[in-house]
């Protein structure tokens, strides 16, 4: 009789990166059906058809599973093509923060019904949610100061960790608390009384 958690029940054989996958979408599909109260690793593995000792030995707990689930699903949260380039430091920062707005926002909105649950069930903050979910993600800042230096707009002296994430960091903090875009007044007001006064010459 076959093994109830072995993946090479399926038809596919799915192995690897491909199970991984089907799990993480079972484990969304569920989700956005059932809500995080009613979501159990036995059902996302029906849906997934395997066994729930295969979801067990990639995420230990139901929190976890539902993490990389939206993980899987969300879009970068800095541009996936070549940072903007307008010729000018003002313009390529707020092109960089429309656009995480735009789509992070679009997405946060769309979710922010299947969490509501997660939080108060698991105690976590979306503090959590953002140090697992929301660091280490590749950043356009960099290649916009270096442009921004050779055209004398910023002085690299002033340049530190802190001040190059600052940007980011403060729309990422108002996605979190808001769960929309956020709104361009306030893009605005980071880059021009935030950002640019603590970067110029």
């Known amino acids: ?6 993946p090479a029940r399926t038809p596919t054989r799915r192995r690897g990166a491909a199970l991984e996958a089907a799990l993480l979408e079972a484990a969304w599909a569920e989700l956005a059906e059932v809500g ?20 067990y030995r990639r995420w230990p707990s139901r929190s976890e599973l539902v993490l990389a689930a939206l993980k899987h699903h969300q879009p970068q949260f800095s541009a ?17 923060l429309r656009d995480m707005s735009s789509r992070t926002g679009e997405l946060m909105a769309g979710i922010s019904f299947m969490f509501a649950d997660y939080y108060s069930q ?5 503090a959590v949610w953002r140090e697992r979910f929301m660091v280490d993600r590749p950043s356009s800042m960099p290649a916009i100061l ?11 002296a002033r340049i530190t960790d802190q ?19 956020v709104p361009e007044s306030t893009l605005v007001k980071i880059v021009d009384e935030l950002f640019l006064p603590l970067v110029r010459p």
């Not at 995080?36 to 979801?55: C, I, K, W």
């Not at 996936?80 to 960089?96: I, K, Q, W």
């Open 1 to 6: 009789m076959p093994d109830a958690d072995d």
């Open 163 to 181: 001040v190059l994430r600052l940007p980011v960091d403060l729309v990422r903090h108002d996605l979190i608390m808001t769960l929309g875009p």
């Open 80 to 96: 996936a093509s070549a940072p903007p380039d307008t010729g000018s430091l003002r313009e390529d920062v707020l092109s960089l």
């Open 146 to 156: 270096d442009r921004a230096i050779a055209r004398g707009e910023a002085d690299p």
């Open 36 to 55: 995080y109260p009613a979501l159990t690793m036995e059902n996302v593995a029906a849906r997934a058809g395997t066994g729930r000792a295969v979801l």
């Open 122 to 126: 698991t105690g976590e903050s979306p």
